[in-house]
């Protein structure tokens, strides 16, 4: 794996170590006329047919995404502070969830970090190589949806034994590895120290806020999760439970993930017995981008 700063997303097929911003930018219906843009950047099709996905912020301006498709990168760059779920993404052909890109890109001078997460101009430069090289035409519409509102499942307040106020500062640990490479990927079956994983059955998350599992839970259930715990801070949490159908990731597993859970618990269960949490159903306005252009990139 190549040598990185802290500030790395590393994305598999089923697993996601999300970063969050410092601020939202929420969505918007395409990269301003005027948006930052890469100095360089060069976009290739990946032909290797499988493989994990990785999406990295480095030093010195530099964004690099193996293996990654196109509706990915759409969420990365219209969802912040939280990558947009796929629920969230209407419209678009087929091939912008299947077909695969190699892109390398570098920005002019290198992009001074938040207090966490990549740079928020990286973002809007990665929504201007997608109005450039993918041709891309979005809007954002508001439309009445069903949703989950994630609350404290006990009266007194109580959390489950699986979730815990995070014991490392996560800011100082970025700050003093500011430069040099982040600490080493989590050993199988260990939660990262600084951000969230998440795999079949399983959940385990390190120094982030509650923000950053509703965003999780978003993706499981299929529907925006609004939070009204009331949980301020960074939290430890550990959700282990047996998926249903839709909650399986398509394809089967890659080599070497372990299978989710067979006998645990469903994830609503899951979520009172180990958090001490409850996802109650509701109605909300949902924010949703509408793709109305978008076209395969020209080779570099």
């Not at 700063?5 to 395409?30: D, E, I, K, P, R």
């Not at 010195?60 to 498709?69: E, P």
């Not at 990286?122 to 509102?149: C, G, N």
């Not at 009204?228 to 939290?235: H, V």
Request: proline share 12%.
């Amino acid at each position: 794996m190549m040598k990185r700063n802290a500030l790395v997303f590393l994305v598999t097929l089923v697993a996601v170590l999300a970063v969050g911003s410092s601020s939202s930018t929420g969505l918007t219906a395409q990269a301003p006329e005027k948006a930052p843009q890469f100095e360089v950047a060069s976009v290739k099709p990946n032909k290797s047919a499988g493989g994990g996905v990785r999406i990295g912020f480095m030093p010195g301006g530099r964004f690099v995404a193996t293996n990654v498709a196109v509706r990915d990168l759409i969420s990365m760059a219209y969802g912040q502070p939280q990558p947009l779920p796929n629920f969230q993404i209407i419209g678009g052909p087929g091939w912008v969830a299947s077909d695969r890109f190699d892109i390398e890109a570098k920005a002019a001078g290198d992009q001074p970090p938040p207090s966490a997460g990549p740079p928020t101009q990286m973002f809007l430069m990665i929504r201007s190589l997608l109005a450039e090289r993918f041709k891309l035409v979005a809007h954002e519409e508001t439309r009445d949806q069903p949703v989950y509102v994630l609350r404290l499942d006990r009266a007194d307040g109580k959390l489950g034994p699986q979730l815990r106020p995070a014991t490392v500062d996560c800011a100082a640990l970025r700050g003093a590895n500011r430069g040099g490479p982040p600490p080493g990927p989590p050993t199988p079956g260990q939660a990262p120290v600084c951000g969230m994983m998440m795999g079949p059955g399983r959940l385990m998350s390190g120094g982030t806020p509650v923000e950053m599992l509703t965003n999780s839970l978003s993706r499981l259930v299929s529907r925006v999760v609004i939070d009204r715990t009331g949980l301020t801070g960074n939290y430890e949490a550990t959700l282990e439970f047996t998926p249903d159908q839709s909650q399986q990731p398509a394809g089967g597993l890659p080599p070497g993930v372990p299978a989710a859970p067979v006998d645990g618990p469903s994830l609503f269960t899951a979520l009172k017995e180990q958090l001490g949490l409850k996802l109650d159903s509701d109605h909300a306005p949902v924010r949703v981008l509408i793709i109305d252009k978008i076209e395969p990139p020209s080779p570099d």
